[in-house]
């Protein structure tokens, strides 16, 4: 299980896979995300000849137009230092686990004991492979990049059918990287709505930290961002990648977003509770009110302070009578009135 997982907060996932191929890379990036305040590290396991045939290319605005075999053979990584990674991530006290991409992929993750699996949107429609993944009945982290609403149906189904609805829902765009008028927040509250029994979250892709923070308030459980320590290395994702400074201020405002978001009751709260008196108005005198004189608008308004009579009464007590001598600027309170 995600032991830094709770329903009353955001959990925030640092994605570091493709951006690093030595541990001292890895080990860098994560005390950077701790540093940063995220609940968890995030690797993607893959081999080059499962993932891909060896004539598929990418056309991709961060890479542009190449050979997929050739870079994911440059930024696989063997057993070791998966298991080198995870326990230093463990180490740190944040959650950690990886997007496979072949049965091989989750055999080896879950013999490194992985507390849950994230699959990535190229499997989205790969039914089998979901099944195979939702079998190990580990939290399912489903990425919906690419998807219909109905292929978001059929890849929840296959998780279910399997007993597994562990399941946490990205709304993703899988555009990299993602501009702003693809973002589609709303797509995200469609799938809140279609599936309220799911925790649904956000997978980012653009540049910057605005996509997180508002997908965080407008109802993302789960935010997960790419994370480096220089969009400027060598690598297929930096470019997209939260840096240091962005992954702590997307932390810092989505807990302080918290924060502000309260309980929902409509209710004074703090100094409000004194400003009611202070800073409200009450009904009070203009000029002196003898012992049984007729309150009018004559000498009678509304002013602060709002600790007497409150002003939507002021029709009810005119023409009633004064019960004692009053001053003028006098607070008027029920007794003063017969």
């Known amino acids: 299980?995600?032991?830094?997982?709770?329903?009353?907060?955001?959990?925030?996932?640092?994605?570091?896979?493709?951006?690093?191929?030595?541990?001292?890379?890895?080990?860098?990036?994560?005390?950077?995300?701790?540093?940063?305040?995220?609940?968890?590290?995030?690797?993607?396991?893959?081999r080059a000849d499962t993932i891909v045939t060896k004539t598929a290319k990418f056309d991709l605005d961060n890479v542009g137009e190449m050979v997929q075999h050739e870079l994911f053979e440059k930024y696989q990584i063997d057993f070791a230092l998966h298991k080198k990674v995870f326990d230093y991530i463990d180490s740190k006290g944040l959650d950690w686990f990886s997007t496979p991409s072949h049965k091989t992929d989750v055999d080896m993750l879950d013999e490194l004991g992985v507390s849950a699996h994230k699959l990535g949107a190229d499997d989205a429609t790969n039914l089998p492979f979901i099944q195979y993944v939702a079998s190990t009945n580990k939290p399912i982290l489903l990425s919906s990049g690419m998807c219909t609403l109905e292929e978001v149906r059929e890849m929840i189904n296959a998780c279910l059918v399997m007993g597994n609805d562990k399941i946490i829902l990205f709304h993703t765009v899988s555009n990299y990287p993602t501009y702003p008028e693809q973002v589609n927040l709303l797509a995200m509250q469609t799938l809140k709505r279609e599936f309220p029994f799911l925790t649904v979250g956000f997978s980012d892709h653009t540049i910057g930290s605005t996509a997180c923070f508002a997908a965080a308030c407008m109802g993302a459980e789960v935010v997960e961002k790419h994370f480096t320590y220089d969009k400027n290395a060598d690598g297929p994702d930096h470019q997209l990648s939260a840096n240091p400074q962005e992954m702590k201020e997307i932390v810092d405002r989505i807990r302080e977003f918290e924060v502000m978001k309260g309980s929902g009751a409509k209710k004074p709260v703090g100094k409000e509770i004194t400003n009611r008196a202070k800073n409200r108005k009450s009904i009070v005198t203009i000029k002196p009110i003898k012992k049984g004189e007729l309150l009018s608008m004559e000498n009678i308004d509304i002013k602060r302070p709002g600790h007497g009579i409150e002003p939507k009464y002021f029709d009810q007590i005119l023409g009633k009578r004064a019960d004692k001598d009053l001053k003028e600027d006098e607070v008027l309170s029920w007794s003063d009135l017969s």
Do not use: H, P, W
């Open 1 to 46: 299980m995600l032991k830094n997982f709770k329903k009353d907060r955001c959990y925030i996932i640092a994605e570091i896979g493709g951006n690093f191929v030595t541990f001292d890379e890895a080990k860098k990036l994560v005390d950077l995300a701790y540093e940063s305040g995220v609940d968890a590290v995030k690797l993607q396991t893959y």
